[in-house]
């Protein structure tokens, strides 16, 4: 396999030629927000087989490991290849992502003049952005729609070692850049499941709506292998400068809001949510602080104080839940520390099973009931994620339970073996107004579904 990767390298290296580095302006009003359509990949139709859900449930178990990996090893230096709102803002979808292939959340960006559009995975656990590139040197994955060709884009760069932007790899993919002996500035974004992407840092025009950035940084990749299902490329909004939320803040400030559709995998989808870049003044958010984990500052952490089942506190002393939890778009299900699990699972296993006889694990889900979605959450209790602050989750039946095959009906929370880390996945945040503003380092929470 290294042959292969030298190969690959071998080719990016000896096809490369020098740029110039060429810095163009960008508008400095942040008067208006930029309001985008946010999917889940369950509404993309497609004529193939939806990803099994039990498949979906294994690559989310890969991404909490690769999470849990960051938090406890020293940054990469090896090329190894491994994986707010108003009237005027501009709208552009947010959907959910099972005929992706994927259990997470998509929206549609444009690369390039003339325009081409892609569909591309958004991560607030990741940095970098790249997308597929012809000619795909390497391997390209089945993806929904046509791989960005740069040579059709009369503004496309790929940049040089020399930049500032190749500079920031390291910390962005935890990855050095590959710049012998071209001076090609070539990335490795590596990941913890083996998934990678391998190609140039590059800058072209980025269309989001109506809204452009004339010099958008991300990688053209070259060789893309691994868990991305059938998406174009990944968009990070972590907080490293090359993520696509600081290069967006120049013009719409350091703070970004969504909102998750419902979907489940039987193909119920709610209505669309959205993707807002920009200050968000809803009165209705309550603030917890955004807090740092030193090993990766990156990530967006918040404080939970405690689970409460039917309006109770679980059984658990204060210390279970001093880990450091995580907020994380890219996972699907909640990581709780196992005393905290195993305190959650009791509570709502013994109101549940009253009702309906339990069934099999599914995957990492261990308590399943024999029942739909629709049925069980009749009897699901209220359950509440309280933060430190003003800040909470009143967690509806579909944030609580999951159908995750057609009879079978299962809590929608696991244990995280590794002690240093809860997570905070997206079924749970599915259907409630999210801010990250970062001008003021707080997390804000709002209920009443995506408008």
């Excluded at 892609?118 to 795909?136: A, M, N, R, Y």
């Excluded at 072209?204 to 991300?218: H, M, R, T």
């Excluded at 968009?235 to 998750?260: D, H, I, P, R, T």
């Excluded at 039987?266 to 090993?295: D, E, Q, V």
Aim: charge should be neutral; proline fraction near 5%.
């Amino acid at each position: 396999m290294w042959l292969l990767f030298s190969l690959l390298f071998a080719f990016l290296l000896a096809r490369t030629s020098s740029v110039r580095d060429i810095h163009q302006g960008v508008d400095q009003s942040k008067d208006h927000p930029l309001r985008l359509p946010l999917f889940h990949v369950g509404e993309l139709q497609t004529s193939e087989t939806p990803l099994p859900f039990s498949e979906a449930l294994s690559q989310d178990d890969a991404r909490v490991k690769f999470l849990n990996s960051r938090l406890t090893k020293k940054s990469s230096n090896s090329t190894k290849l491994g994986r707010l709102f108003d009237e005027k803002s501009v709208n552009v979808p947010l959907n959910p992502g099972n005929p992706l292939g994927i259990g997470n959340y998509y929206t549609r960006i444009g690369l390039g003049n003339p325009t081409t559009y892609h569909l591309v995975v958004v991560d607030t656990g990741s940095s970098f952005s790249w997308i597929q590139c012809e000619p795909c040197a390497g391997y390209c994955h089945t993806q929904v729609g046509s791989l960005f060709n740069p040579s059709t884009s009369n503004t496309y760069q790929k940049l040089s070692c020399d930049t500032t932007q190749c500079s920031s790899l390291a910390k962005a993919t935890l990855n050095s850049p590959v710049c012998e002996p071209s001076n090609e500035c070539i990335y490795t974004a590596s990941y913890g499941d083996q998934s990678f992407s391998v190609g140039y840092l590059s800058k072209d025009s980025l269309s989001l709506g109506a809204e452009s950035l004339p010099s958008f940084v991300f990688g053209c990749g070259q060789d893309n292998e691994g868990l991305f299902g059938k998406s174009a490329g990944l968009v990070g909004l972590a907080k490293n400068e090359l993520s696509m939320l600081s290069q967006l803040s120049v013009k719409y400030g350091k703070a970004f809001s969504y909102c998750l559709p419902t979907a489940t995998p039987l193909g119920k989808i709610g209505s669309g949510g959205f993707l807002s870049i920009g200050t968000n003044t809803n009165s209705a958010y309550k603030f917890t602080p955004m807090l740092s984990i030193s090993k990766y500052p990156e990530l967006y952490s918040l404080k939970l104080s405690y689970i409460s089942v039917s309006n109770k506190p679980l059984g658990v002393g204060s210390t279970a839940y001093s880990v450091p939890t995580i907020i994380d778009s890219g996972t699907v299900i909640s990581r709780l520390g196992v005393s905290v699990y195993a305190a959650l699972r009791e509570e709502l296993v013994k109101i549940i099973s009253s009702k309906y006889k339990m069934a099999e694990a599914f995957s990492i889900l261990d308590a399943c009931f024999v029942g739909s979605s629709d049925e069980i959450s009749t009897v699901v209790p209220s359950v509440q994620f309280v933060f430190e602050g003003e800040a909470e989750l009143n967690l509806a039946p579909h944030n609580v339970i999951i159908e995750v095959e057609k009879g079978t009906t299962c809590l929608a929370f696991a244990g995280n073996s590794n002690r240093g880390m809860a997570i905070i996945g997206n079924q749970q945040q599915q259907a409630f107004n999210i801010v990250y503003d970062l001008e003021s380092s707080r997390i804000g929470f709002a209920a009443g579904g995506c408008h």
